[in-house]
């Protein structure tokens, strides 16, 4: 990301917002389950006005843009109020949209190529991605390793589940999880906001071990 990174909670849900409206009742379940963050993603067209819903109506809650895969969503997301971006891939014309603006910006990367390429964007955290089918705990261990001098950091994502956090944690260099099993799509249009507190709280727990 940026020079001064975002301070992250250990576990960032992912989640794909249908209808805006939905967008701070999502946030405020997390925010009860203890984890007062969520990474809405450019999937849907309601993702920016989801954003700018959050920020406005549930201001604890830190809120990032994700699958931010053009320059036209990058400013999309800043406009809206996006604290920090996510990205599958390494997309120079985006980075230096974030950059340009100082907004906090997480690439995405899979192998040592990419992460050679990512710093030398000016990039040091790194969205691990799809980590699960890339090898998972064992696998970003293994990659990262000839980079942990330079103090790059990691947020694996995709393909994770619950019973994983405790093992990607223990990775150097990992400062957060994401994942979207907290706040499936499903549970969001369903309004299971009770489901989406007890699963954040839960996750939470298995991340921090308390």
């Known amino acids: 990301m940026s020079d001064a990174p975002l301070k992250l909670p250990p576990v960032i849900p992912v989640a ?3 209808n805006a409206a ?3 009742p ?3 379940a997390l925010i009860a389950g203890g984890l007062p963050v969520v990474e809405v993603t450019f999937r849907t067209p309601a993702a920016a006005d989801a954003i700018r819903a959050i920020r406005a109506e549930a201001p604890d809650a830190l809120v990032l843009a994700g699958t931010v895969l053009t320059t036209d969503q990058a400013v999309q997301a800043i406009e809206a109020g996006a604290q920090g971006a996510v990205s599958p891939g390494t997309n120079p014309e985006v980075v230096t949209v ?3 603006r100082s907004v906090p910006f997480m690439p995405g990367v899979a192998t040592p190529t990419e992460i050679e390429r990512a710093i030398g ?3 040091k955290r ?3 991605f799809p980590a699960g089918v890339l090898g998972g705990p ?4 293994g990659i990262s390793a ?3 001098h330079l103090g790059i950091e990691y947020c694996p994502t995709g393909g994770v589940a619950e019973s994983d956090l405790a093992a990607y944690h223990a990775v150097p260099g990992v400062v957060a999880v994401g994942g979207s099993w907290i706040a499936t799509r499903d549970d969001i249009t369903s309004h299971r906001w009770d489901d989406i507190t007890r699963k954040a709280a839960s996750a939470v727990s298995a991340a921090t071990g308390r």
């Open 16 to 18: 794909v917002v249908e």
């Open 22 to 24: 939905d967008a701070v």
């Open 26 to 28: 999502l946030a405020k």
């Open 98 to 100: 974030f950059q340009e």
């Open 121 to 123: 964007l000016g990039c």
């Open 126 to 128: 790194l969205k691990f």
């Open 138 to 141: 064992a696998a970003l261990k």
């Open 146 to 148: 000839p980079f942990a």
